[in-house]
């Protein structure tokens, strides 16, 4: 069965950090493209950032490019989302994402929204 758990969300100010991990298992981790969508209040998902299964390519949404850092441990079986720089309208849910399909397949997936499972998310939110 396929697990992914989300962690390190919570409170941060207006210009602050955060790290979010995703903790997998159930699968061949290191076969598969691994990514991050959110949800604010009140609006639909929206992909965040992608990362290939060996962790050498990556690719972002425009509004977070150059701000969030995707990144992944396969001997952990974790993928990392590093978030800098935040501002308020970064609050959101966030999920960590997995395609149905390895390899490229899923990797070009993912920013089209096709994933067959997704965490629990945990909330990001960014206030003073």
């Known amino acids: 069965e396929v697990q992914l758990v989300e962690s390190g969300g919570g409170l941060v100010q207006p210009g602050g950090s955060l790290r979010l991990s995703c903790a997998a298992s159930?699968?061949?981790?290191?076969?598969?493209?691994m990514g991050w969508i959110r949800q604010a209040p009140g609006k639909g998902l929206e992909w965040v950032s992608v990362?290939?299964?060996?962790?050498?390519?990556?690719n972002y949404a425009d509004s977070v490019k150059g701000q969030f850092t995707i990144s992944r441990d396969n001997a952990k079986n974790t993928v990392y989302l590093q978030m800098n720089s935040l501002k308020p309208e970064d609050t959101a849910v966030y999920y960590c994402?997995?395609?149905?399909?390895?390899?490229?397949?899923?990797?070009?997936?993912?920013?089209?929204?096709?994933?067959?499972?997704r965490g629990q998310g945990t909330q990001v939110t960014v206030s003073l």
């Open positions: 994402v997995k395609p149905s399909q390895a390899y490229w397949v899923g990797y070009d997936a993912l920013p089209r929204g096709d994933f067959n499972s």
């Open positions: 159930g699968f061949s981790f290191d076969s598969y493209a």
């Open positions: 990362i290939s299964w060996s962790g050498a390519i990556t």
